[in-house]
Antibody
Framework: EVQLVESGGGLVQPGGSLRVSCAAS????????MNWVRQAPGKGLEWVSR????????YYADSVKGRFTISRDNSKGTLYLQMNSLRVEDTAVYYC??????????????????WGTGTTVTVSS | DIQMTQSPSSLSASVGDRVTITCRAS??????LNWYQQKPGTAPKLLIY???SLHSGVPSRFSGSGFGTDFTLTISSLQPEDFATYYC?????????FGGGTKVEIK
């Protein structure tokens, strides 16, 4: 069964750090780019970051650039998000999501087809 | 950044109703538009990709259409399990952006 399971969430003070993880199973992890998407309480979805299958390319939302670092260990089938200088507004459920694609007449269409259950990060004093 | 605007933000409908949700992009995104369904306390699920392609396992009562800046998600006959929040997402450029969501509630 294809599955993503996040862990590592918790309560942290403003300015603190936290690392969340996402364990993948049931598919060839290294063949897929992976994303982090977050959802603040009662709010919509916000894309946070993406990493290529080999880990060589990373992308970030402006709201987290310079503070968060995405990485992966393909030998362990695990995705990470290191979050530093945390702010109250980073409070959210953090989901990892697999990036898949379909080719239509030489055009690649990307989508997030597998999502984890989420891990909650609360930034509060 | 490309802004995605959904309307309405919420709607009330009855089982069996035809429901239409609209998503508008701030610039042309061709067909790089996906739709997700999210139920309370759970992760989003992919419904439609490339504006109109039905994801595997998704019931055929769901359909998507549109190109450029204007897109539509239609549920042809609303079922009890369809009461949820729906999000559009553009994948034309980074940063990926989502619409604000449309909550479909029971009338």
């Amino acid at each position: 069964e294809v599955q993503l399971v996040e862990s590592g969430g918790g309560l942290v003070q403003p300015g603190g750090s936290l690392r969340v993880s996402c364990a993948a199973s049931g598919f060839t992890f290294s063949s897929y780019d992976m994303n982090w998407v977050r959802q603040a309480p009662g709010k919509g979805l916000e894309w946070v970051s993406r990493i290529s299958g080999g880990g060589g390319s990373t992308y970030y939302a402006d709201s987290v650039k310079g503070r968060f670092t995405i990485s992966r260990d393909n030998s362990k089938g695990t995705l990470y998000l290191q979050m530093n200088s945390l702010r109250v507004e980073d409070t959210a459920v953090y989901y990892c999501a697999r990036r898949s694609s379909t080719v239509v007449i030489n055009y690649y269409f990307y989508y997030m087809d597998v999502w984890g259950t989420g891990t909650t990060v609360t930034v509060s004093s | 950044d490309i802004q995605m605007t959904q309307s309405p933000s919420s709607l009330s409908a009855s089982v069996g109703d035809r429901v239409t949700i609209t998503c508008r992009a701030s610039q042309s995104i061709s067909s790089y538009l996906n739709w997700y369904q999210q139920k309370p306390g759970t992760a989003p699920k992919l419904l439609i990709y490339a504006a109109s392609s039905l994801h595997s396992g998704v019931p055929s009562r769901f359909s998507g259409s549109g190109f450029g800046t204007d897109f539509t998600l239609t549920i042809s006959s609303l079922q009890p399990e369809d009461f949820a929040t729906y999000y559009c997402q553009q994948t034309y450029s980074t940063p990926l952006t989502f619409g604000g969501g449309t909550k479909v509630e029971i009338k």
